[in-house]
């Protein structure tokens, strides 16, 4: 792929977090290597004899050098070149394995590991100006190694399927002395292409590859590319039946095989079979195909499972094995759960003895997965024997958060254990296949445990179409690779990252901002999921969690983080080259502009219908936001499908994948106005009509504390403009905008001027609003308090509510093994707070005095019976052996056991779980007593490692109805 490349500025994977290795330099260097000039190039030198793979790999890696410097590497398996690149996997070429050893490479302690490679510079090496060895410990190693080397130069690995165009540079040189070693952590990494029915394959049938009409073997080719770059080595194909199944077309294979892609197939396609495809295709020897069902059926099912095993015995294939419905359905058969063990029982042996006696392997050299997801989970904690040798693959519950690691016996299981897990999902309690919004911090989350846990075989993530979720795929294969390079404290910086790589140092910040806060806003509720509603059946959306009323419009402050997001994502899109604003439409701009719209369609058509009951003019204004916010959707998804890249992703992108209610225009308000002069206020925390009635309106208390303001919004029911003036009688009160007229409706904001309020209680004032000859009087009260010395840092009550974001603990005592830690961007507003190690034994529920602390110091000036509310993180409990309580107390009294975990084992049916994933939070409430005013302290112990907690609320006055419930009520100086 000879592109042309005209970008003028990168700095590419310079030495960071994610890479504490020398860079590569674009600059004339004697001491370096140099891989390209004006005047040379580096010759590649292999043995011909190397692995199609190699073969492959070194062409892609040659094509990056052109890409980068305009020069072509010479391939040659002999030298007459001044600097040599020299590519070799070990035992293929005696004589290139003992010229490794002499350039001091550990050859030994190379072939000991799984992919591994090692890449290394010499200059002035006998005689010549300089050698670059990359050496594998077998042909992916080797492959990766050059893939290694291609990502340094500056090639990223999403130049094919973002058009991520690489950065011009006359010389590319590496360090004389460089030296790399690495190797995968996880054994095989890869991704399931699912779901495919309105993106991949009709993009392949009718764009990309016409000739198949179906995702073919051209279509594979480029992924197998994607996945060789990003250092991954195994796919689930797309399975769903508007594709013919991977077999149908030989050349599927063979392309695997040609970038050494290890081939296996879902949870429910056992032995490499696509049934949805071909059981009903398949035409056994006796010419009766009978019932999925191996309890009546078994042998033309044996025989059904030979025939594709005949077919891969010689090819590199991953083999799932167990049973269960053609598709995502139970495994028929049996009258309970106890036969449907012992049926499962008898396939595993059918299976496993077809795949000996047809490959002749030892079984144990067979790699073989057992992936109970959904129903098969409960088979498997009945009793179900799964073989020492076959990894377990465990599933998380579509919407990512895993079910279930393996405990300390299952971790020494010689097959050992995988994940499979989700970004992208068609199900209960709804889809989400449209925009990728699963954070890295929640992938990181879930991985850590599962990787902590020995689950280092297999890990496969659920991408959809791989277009829209190319973040967290990127993060989810990086992540296998090496988990290590992730923590906590890192994750919000991978962002600018990715960034960095695909649009260079000169946007990396900004789009790292941009990209965090779309994440944040996401995992908060997802944008598929704003209609509030559900799938299987198909619901018709319902009005918002979210409050129009209270703290501050949590309609219009969503509203106005996302119209701020999207801005700030046109804003960069505009000073962009044009070289990179195809790629920055695809991976930043798209998914921004789509879910900004989303929740902007569905909010404003919500306050339409609200404000037309209200009998607001402004409704109708709603209204037509909410249809040109549908109208930016489809104008967004219509220049992704035919504008960017020349039309080469048409029919990829669609922005209603299975034409669900929530992606249709939803139903507005419309309001007549009066012929008459009319209208009205509206107070904050009031959500129906008011009336000037003297001592009746109140606007929530003002805190000298947390220094609060709150709205009134003075709104026109009449057709001509309304005119209004507001008059308030004492300094300390301040107005926004004390006179005007208005079409529609004006918001005014009123606050305090606390320099001029006594020290006292409370005072109080009355502001007068004078609309259309009638005078509505507003009460406020406004609360001077003065905290004692060194209390500044300190959570205070604010009309009866206390409201601490939990990673701003007052104090965090650890121990030497078990501690409380922050991870960034998982919590719906920021970061969160979670207990690790992941392995570690429960401390004593009953009495956990030695356990991790955080304390909290708050200030309330209330006393009485409180409620204590917890956001936590609705992930599940490790394993059967762990549960995910914390002990909490508030001064001296007796700890109470929080658990958040699920009340009742979860399933799809579980209203419990189906809320938790759609909020993105469990909440968890507790009783309390505040027994006096003043100062208190609020201490939560660790018992259970997988805890994670959001946010924590103690409720003293009346809750109001809300989706995120109030901001922080710390103490603002």
């Given at each position: 792929?000879?592109?042309k ?31 390209s ?24 890696f ?7 410097s305009?020069?072509?590497?010479e ?8 600097y ?15 010229e ?40 992916r ?13 500056g ?6 399927w ?5 950065e011009?540079q ?17 054994k095989?990494r ?8 309105w993106?991949?394959?009709p ?5 990309f ?5 179906d995702?073919?073997?051209k ?16 796919i689930w194909?797309?399975?769903?039946d ?12 063979k ?5 050494g892609?290890?081939?296996?197939s879902?949870?429910?396609?056992p032995?490499l079979?696509n ?5 009903h ?20 099912l ?10 891969t ?13 053609i ?5 028929p058969?049996?009258?309970n759960?106890d036969d449907?063990?012992k049926?499962?029982?008898r ?13 002749g392997?030892?079984?144990?050299s ?25 990894t ?7 919407n990512?958060?895993i079910?279930?690691?393996?405990n300390?016996?299952?971790r020494?299981?010689?097959g050992?254990?995988?994940?499979y ?12 296949l449209?925009?990728?919004s699963?954070?890295v911090?929640l992938?990181w989350?879930?991985m850590?445990k ?7 075989n297999?890990?496969?993530?659920n991408v ?8 967290g795929?990127?993060?989810f294969?990086?992540?296998a ?6 923590s ?6 991978y ?5 960095e ?26 944008p ?12 018709p ?6 409050s ?21 994502a ?16 695809q ?20 306050k339409s ?18 249809k040109k ?7 967004a998804?219509e ?5 960017i ?9 669609s ?11 939803p ?13 009205g ?10 009336k000037?009635?003297s ?22 029911s ?11 009688n004492?300094?300390?009160v ?16 009123i606050?305090v ?11 109080k ?8 000859g ?14 004692e ?5 300190i ?12 990673e ?5 005592q ?10 960034q ?14 392995t570690a034994e ?12 955080l ?16 956001y ?8 059967d052996?762990?549960q ?17 975990a ?9 209203d ?18 505040i ?6 302290k ?27 419930g ?6 603002v100086?």
């Amino acid at each position: 792929m000879k592109s042309k490349i005209i970008r003028k500025s990168i700095l590419f994977l310079s030495v960071s977090l994610y890479c504490l290795l020398p860079t590569v330099s674009f600059a004339q260097d004697n001491t370096c290597f140099v891989i390209s000039s004006p005047n040379n190039c580096a010759q590649i030198i292999f043995n011909e004899n190397e692995d199609e793979l190699v073969h492959t790999a070194i062409r892609l890696f040659s094509d990056d050098v052109y890409n980068v410097s305009g020069q072509q590497p010479e391939l040659s398996a002999v030298s007459d070149s001044k600097y040599q690149i020299k590519v070799g996997t070990l035992g293929v070429d005696k004589g290139f394995d003992k010229e490794c050893k002499k350039a001091g490479i550990d050859t030994d302690k190379l072939k000991s590991k799984w992919e591994a490679h090692v890449i290394k510079s010499i200059t002035n090496y006998k005689g010549e100006k300089g050698i670059l060895f990359v050496v594998g410990s077998n042909p992916r190693g080797t492959a990766f190694g050059l893939m290694e080397l291609s990502q340094r130069i500056g090639v990223s690995p999403w130049c094919w399927w973002a058009d991520v165009e690489p950065e011009k540079q006359e010389t590319i040189n590496l360090p004389g002395d460089f030296f790399l070693e690495d190797a995968p952590k996880v054994k095989f990494r890869g991704i399931f292409i699912n779901d495919e029915d309105w993106g991949l394959q009709p993009w392949a049938a009718k764009t990309f590859e016409p000739e198949t009409g179906d995702i073919g073997s051209k279509t594979y080719e480029k992924v197998f590319e994607l996945l060789l770059r990003l250092k991954a080595n195994a796919i689930w194909p797309a399975m769903h039946d508007c594709t013919r199944a991977f077999f149908t077309y030989p050349d599927n294979i063979k392309m695997a095989d040609k970038y050494g892609i290890w081939v296996g197939s879902s949870h429910c396609e056992p032995m490499l079979r696509n049934n949805v495809d071909e059981w009903h295709r398949w035409t056994p020897l006796s010419g009766k195909r009978g019932k999925w069902n191996f309890d009546e059926n078994p042998d033309q099912l044996k025989e059904y499972w030979k025939q594709r095993i005949n077919t891969t015995a010689n090819y590199d294939g991953i083999y799932t094995v167990g049973m269960r419905g053609i598709h995502d359905g139970s495994m028929p058969g049996g009258k309970n759960i106890d036969d449907k063990v012992k049926i499962l029982g008898r396939v595993l042996n059918t299976q496993r003895n077809l795949l000996t006696n047809i490959t002749g392997k030892e079984i144990n050299s067979i790699p073989q997965i057992f992936c109970p997801y959904k129903e098969v989970l409960k088979l498997y904690k009945t009793g179900a024997d799964i073989p020492e040798d076959v990894t377990i693959m465990w599933a998380d519950d579509n919407n990512s958060y895993i079910r279930q690691l393996s405990n300390s016996d299952e971790r020494k299981r010689s097959g050992g254990a995988g994940v499979y897990y989700h970004i992208s999902y068609w199900g209960r309690p709804h889809d989400y296949l449209w925009l990728e919004s699963t954070p890295v911090s929640l992938i990181w989350e879930e991985m850590h445990k599962a990787y902590q846990t020995n689950a280092k075989n297999v890990w496969i993530v659920n991408v959809g179409d791989i277009k829209s979720n190319e973040i967290g795929m990127n993060f989810f294969l990086n992540m296998a690779w090496n988990p290590d390079q992730y923590s906590p404290d890192n994750l919000d910086s991978y962002y600018s990252h990715f960034a960095e790589i695909q649009f260079g140092k000169q946007y990396a910040e900004e789009i790292g901002e941009i990209l965090r806060k779309y994440f944040q806003l996401g995992f908060s509720r997802k944008p598929e999921h704003m209609g509030w509603n559900g799938v299987y059946p198909n619901t018709p959306i319902h009005d918002p969690e979210l409050s129009l009323f209270h703290h501050g419009d949590e309609v219009q402050q969503r509203i106005d983080a996302y119209d701020k997001l999207e801005k700030q994502a046109e804003n960069l899109y505009k000073k962009m080259p044009g070289h990179l604003k195809d790629a920055f439409f695809q991976l930043v701009n798209y998914k921004v502009i789509g879910a900004s719209n989303m929740n902007k369609k569905i909010l404003y058509a919500y306050k339409s219908r609200v404000y037309a009951q209200q009998g607001r003019t402004s409704s109708n204004i709603y209204a037509a936001k909410a249809k040109k916010a549908f109208e930016q959707i489809k104008n967004a998804t219509e220049n992704y499908n035919n504008k960017i890249a020349n039309g080469k992703w048409k029919h990829m992108m669609s922005f209603n994948p299975r034409q669900l209610p929530v992606f249709d225009m939803p139903k507005t308000g419309s309001y007549n106005p009066s012929q008459q002069t009319a209208g009205g206020i509206m107070p904050e925390a009031y959500s129906s009509i008011v009336k000037n009635e003297s001592g009746k309106l109140f606007l929530p208390a003002f805190n000298s504390l947390t220094k609060r303001s709150y709205f009134v919004d003075v709104f026109n029911s009449g057709i001509q403009p309304l005119k209004w003036e507001i008059e308030g009688n004492d300094a300390w009160v301040k107005i926004s905008k004390t006179f005007g007229q208005t079409k529609t409706e004006e918001r005014i904001w009123i606050s305090v001027n606390w320099d001029e309020v006594p020290l006292s209680d409370s005072v109080k004032s009355i502001i007068k609003f004078k609309i259309n000859g009638l005078i509505y009087p507003v009460q406020m009260v406004a609360q001077k308090l003065n905290l004692e010395s060194g209390l500044k840092n300190i959570f205070v009550e604010d009309n009866g509510l206390v409201a601490i974001e939990a990673e701003n603990y007052t104090k965090v005592q650890n121990t030497s093994e078990c501690n409380w830690k922050t991870i960034q961007g998982l919590g719906r507003a920021s970061d969160a707070i979670g207990t690790f190690p992941v392995t570690a034994e429960p401390f004593d529920a009953t009495n956990p005095i030695k356990a991790p602390e955080l304390t909290y110091n708050f200030f309330t000036t209330s006393l009485g019976e409180a409620n204590l509310l917890f956001y936590c993180l609705p992930n599940q409990p490790i394993n059967d052996d762990y549960q995910l309580r914390f002990a909490v107390s508030i001064d001296n009294a007796k700890p109470i056991v929080v658990n958040t975990a699920l009340k009742e084992e979860m399933d799809e049916n579980n209203d419990e779980w189906k809320n938790n994933v759609l909020r993105s939070v469990t909440i968890q409430e507790i009783n309390v007593l505040i027994q006096e005013r003043g100062k208190h302290k609020l201490k939560i112990k660790m018992i259970d490692p997988g805890v994670v907690i959001d946010k924590i609320e103690i409720v003293i006055g009346e809750k109001k109805n809300s989706y995120f419930g109030t901001s922080e009520t710390i103490v603002v100086k």
